[in-house]
């Protein structure tokens, strides 16, 4: 879907999504937290266009982030008691700030990686080249962007041929839901070594690194647009840093 901020250089969103990943990496505190990911959600928006494919593609995955947010909850013990069984506290307030923040971290990576997922993934290769980063790098980047989808629908087909034949996964116990977990993962990991076997015998065919230069007919250009929103970004990030760290703005909330 084309919105009003595609037409931007891929480095630029790479940029994107690594200032405000860094900045939610090093910064603990859930209000500026909130606000990046506020930042995260409306560039991702801007870029991409398709807010709620991304929150299927991965909502597996926020299982796993709130079962954490739990755990944090429960093991990290400090400031006052939310939820206590005599004197064990169960949940305190600085747990359940840590698994906040925690949560609110995996959602900003989450949603910068949309904004470089707006590019195709050969202007990203491109872009990644062009940034001085060894080619070698690049196609393994290339190449996990191609082999994933290809390994997630196989395991789809293998799954939906499973259910075809009467057997309902869900239904199950868990132990033999792993086991039968176990049976679909062993061929597809078997497809994709067969696969990476054949990929590396073409790359050999074709002399692949047989010159220490490569050549490409797309060649990425950064435009003033690009400029003025990378000193912009430039800005915002290093504003951030200065702000909480030296000035400790804004304040700690424990």
């Not at 595609?6 to 859930?30: C, E, G, M, Y």
């Not at 293998?158 to 839901?177: C, N, S």
């Not at 074709?206 to 490569?214: D, G, I, L, N």
Request: glycine letters at 4%; charged letters at 15%.
């Amino acid at each position: 879907m084309k919105t009003v901020l595609n037409d931007f250089d891929v480095r630029t969103k790479l940029a994107i999504a690594a200032a405000l990943s860094t900045i939610a990496v090093f910064i603990q505190h859930v209000y500026v937290l909130c606000f990046i990911l506020f930042l995260s959600v409306l560039l991702s928006f801007l870029f991409y266009g398709n807010f709620k494919k991304t929150l299927r593609a991965t909502r597996r995955l926020w299982y796993i982030f709130f079962a954490i947010v739990v755990l944090q909850s429960i093991f990290i013990k400090s400031g006052s008691q939310l939820i206590a069984v005599g004197s064990f506290s169960i949940i305190s307030a600085g747990g359940l700030l840590k698994g906040a923040e925690f949560l609110l971290r995996m959602s900003i990576i989450i949603f910068t990686a949309t904004i470089v997922a707006s590019s195709s993934y050969r202007e990203v290769v491109q872009g990644i080249v062009q940034l001085k980063i060894p080619y070698e790098i690049a196609f393994m980047v290339s190449v996990a962007i191609r082999f994933l989808p290809i390994l997630k629908e196989e395991f789809s087909d293998i799954l939906t041929a499973i259910q075809l034949r009467g057997l309902d996964i869900k239904k199950i116990p868990f132990k033999k839901r792993l086991k039968v977990y176990s049976y679909i993962i062993t061929p597809v990991i078997a497809g994709a070594v067969d696969k990476a076997q054949k990929l590396s015998i073409a790359m050999e065919t074709r002399a692949f690194r047989a010159y220490p230069k490569r050549t490409s007919y797309l060649i990425l250009k950064l435009a003033a647009r690009d400029y003025i929103f990378l000193i912009f970004l430039f800005i915002f990030t290093v504003a951030v840093f200065i702000s909480y760290y030296l000035f400790g703005f804004p304040g700690r909330i424990l």
